[in-house]
């Protein structure tokens, strides 16, 4: 009866054992995070295919070469450059918890809404990068930009 109620002892302690790794697991692939903050964000940031937008610290920005038809449909331009201002939010415009930037240049009537992603298995981790769909969201397909290595 003893070797029985050792071997029970054990089988307890592994499960137990187990239990643990797998909460840890969960909260090294979940929980971990860095705070994303609006300082992080300033900087130069370009995409694939030459845009390039400055984010400034004063909350101004200027953007070069940005392609319109990416970002709406109707659009007959297909470069745009131009200076304005930005805006860090922590709620997109449906009341969501989702980051993304605004930029905004009044005298074109231009209102730019720019997600913001990271790595890792909920995307809550730097490198950080700006994106907007292109089409259909499901399709995954992003007009993407990437911070500059010089401003990391």
């Not at 705070?35 to 937008?53: H, K």
Request: hydrophobic share 30%; with cysteine.
């Amino acid at each position: 009866m003893r070797k029985k109620e050792k071997y029970e002892h054990a089988n307890t302690l592994l499960g137990i054992f187990n239990k643990l790794l797998w909460a840890l697991l969960i909260l090294v692939a979940c929980g971990c995070h860095t705070e994303l903050t609006r300082d992080s964000l300033i900087g130069s940031w370009e995409s694939g295919d030459g845009c390039r937008i400055v984010l400034n610290e004063d909350s101004t920005c200027c953007v070069q070469d940005l392609d319109l038809s990416k970002l709406f449909k109707e659009s007959n331009d297909t470069c745009l450059t131009f200076t304005g201002t930005w805006e860090f939010r922590k709620h997109n415009d449906l009341g969501d918890k989702e980051h993304n930037i605004v930029i905004r240049e009044d005298s074109l009537y231009l209102y730019i809404s720019l997600f913001i992603s990271g790595y890792g298995i909920r995307g809550n981790r730097p490198p950080w990068y700006l994106y907007q769909s292109i089409g259909d969201p499901d399709e995954m397909n992003h007009y993407k930009f990437i911070k500059s290595s010089t401003d990391n």
